[in-house]
């Protein structure tokens, strides 16, 4: 395993030694070839193994890791992170499925990085798979598209509007491949649900109920000493400096979900966490997943009737925050019928029937993926459009920024989806981005 890499860029001369060592330590791994290499148009070619890297070793990326590894297509090449216990962790792990997979021991071919631009500037790299915290989703992401990558990246897309908006332009203006991980549209009950109600079974759709957490809290976590082996300057990369904190990066032996998704500066809170996987399901149901809301309304303590944050459409459906039953989920409520449904199974439809329901061949029927990873390598090999791509992943996020921001300022915001702003609105407006401390930027 090579030591960890913090420069920007790799130059001719280094990667040409880095291939050398690590082909000196696979042997019995055949010469290792970028796919689009040997394709057309930035296409992988159907007889070639895509060559993967990844950003970010926490345990979302932990679970795609297995998920890659086991995949004979798909190849790693290479790991990010900026916590250097956890890197090495996963590059032994890399390490030793290819040595077991090869029969011989000795492979050693993973390389690791500290900084995701070296990793980026691989030319031996066809796709990249991103699982950091929110704050830098965007920053990674462009350097992994620009570099020619097609890009795994989880959900939210972004950790505002605008840099949502500049992964959308990013993505086409390179011509790659985003697949947001929004993985509940590879799930046969969500997507089943959605059916139902874009072919008219609930009838018109009147009301929809989005159960799932709300707004970040501000920071005011206490400072404690930065651990060796963690690079805080990195972790923290286009936030405003702040001591370190282990709520927000914990140590490499905690396993739980790391709470930095709670706190303002680096995430929207639950409501983006978990809102950009049931908002995102609300809007495919709606058939607006390329649009959004006219309208946003925050709850009003003075008046009884608004207790919800809601989301107003333009043809009238409201779009209620919470009130869909126990546990994260989303409900549909028509003039003739609803639809609840969760990542368990439907809890509910009326009239029972419904959930037997054949969607008919010449009905509406909606992107069909089993599974949402091999849905991403496809669209690498295909260059056909993923299941979310990154059109989608930043509609729904955000429908879950929108809802933070009349949070914070307390007031109804009108909302043109077409500009993506709000009308006459400077004080909104300027909540759509965070100014990124020297020397990040996107451009």
């Not at 203006?173 to 969500?190: E, M, N, P, V």
């Not at 609930?202 to 970040?216: A, T």
């Not at 930043?394 to 500009?419: G, Q």
């Amino acid at each position: 395993m090579s030591q960890s890499d913090t420069r920007p860029g790799l130059t001719r001369r280094d990667f040409l030694r880095r291939g050398a060592a690590a082909a000196a330590g696979a042997a019995a791994f055949p010469l290792i070839v970028p796919g689009r290499a040997l394709g057309l148009g930035g296409a992988v070619s159907a007889n070639s193994r895509i060559t993967v890297g990844f950003i970010g070793m926490g345990k979302m990326a932990r679970g795609h890791l297995g998920s890659f590894l086991a995949d004979p297509e798909c190849q790693v090449l290479s790991l990010c992170d900026v916590e250097r216990g956890r890197l090495e962790s996963q590059a032994a792990r890399v390490n030793a499925h290819y040595a077991a997979a090869s029969g011989q021991g000795g492979y050693s071919a993973c390389d690791v990085y500290g900084d995701f631009r070296a990793l980026c500037a691989r030319p031996d790299i066809d796709a990249v798979v991103i699982a950091t915290p929110n704050h830098w989703h965007a920053l990674n992401a462009v350097e992994a598209l620009k570099n020619g990558k097609d890009v795994y990246l989880e959900k939210p897309l972004a950790r505002t509007v605008n840099e949502g908006k500049a992964l959308v332009r990013a993505a086409r203006r390179y011509g790659r491949i985003l697949q947001t991980g929004s993985q509940q549209r590879s799930d046969t009950a969500f997507r089943q649900a959605c059916e139902l109600v874009r072919n008219g079974r609930i009838g018109g759709v009147r009301e929809v109920y989005v159960n799932v957490g709300g707004p970040p809290q501000e920071d005011n976590l206490p400072p404690e000493p930065v651990p060796e082996g963690l690079d805080w300057e990195m972790w923290l990369g286009p936030c405003m400096w702040r001591p370190y904190s282990s709520v927000l990066a914990p140590p490499e032996s905690f396993d739980g979900w790391p709470e930095w998704r709670y706190y303002r500066p680096f995430a929207g809170g639950a409501m983006t966490d978990w809102g950009a996987h049931h908002y995102d399901i609300a809007q495919w149901g709606l058939g607006m997943d390329g649009s959004g809301p006219v309208e946003v309304i925050p709850p009003n303590p003075d008046n009884p009737e608004v207790t919800r944050i809601t989301h107003v459409y333009a043809n009238g459906v409201r779009m209620f925050h919470g009130g869909a039953g126990t546990g994260a989920g989303v409900e549909f409520v028509g003039t003739e019928g609803r639809v609840r449904v969760n990542r368990s199974q439907f809890l509910e439809t009326e009239p029972g029937r419904l959930k037997h329901e054949i969607i008919g061949p010449n009905e509406t029927r909606l992107y069909s993926s089993p599974d949402h990873r091999r849905n991403f390598l496809e669209a690498v090999r295909t260059r056909r459009e993923p299941i979310c791509p990154v059109e989608v992943g930043h509609r729904s996020a955000t429908v879950c920024h929108l809802a933070n921001i009349a949070h914070w300022l307390r007031r109804p915001l009108k909302w043109d989806p077409v500009l993506e702003e709000f009308p006459d609105d400077p004080e909104a407006n300027r909540l759509l981005g965070r100014p990124m401390r020297a020397p990040w930027q996107l451009i």
